[in-house]
């Protein structure tokens, strides 16, 4: 595996084309423009888009969705 990741063979999939998405580009714009605004917990954010504070922090910070 590690030879077909060296060698650009293993094309990972981003943001809405993967299949085991649960949010849409646009639901990613918005979550960070209402982090922006308020600050708000990231797990009460996560319940209003039904998924974790993890999937927010994430978000967030930059580790999922930094193609956006």
Do not use: M, P
């Not at 060296?6 to 960070?32: A, F, P, S, Y």
Request: proline share 0%.
């Amino acid at each position: 595996q590690y030879d077909a990741i060296k060698n650009d063979r293993i094309h990972h999939l981003k943001g809405e084309q993967g299949h085991c998405h649960k949010l849409t580009e646009k639901q990613v714009k918005k979550i960070r423009k209402i982090y922006l605004k308020t600050k708000i917990n990231f797990r009460i954010l996560g319940k209003q888009f039904n998924v974790t504070g993890g999937a927010i922090q994430a978000i967030i910070s930059g580790r999922n969705w930094k193609h956006i």
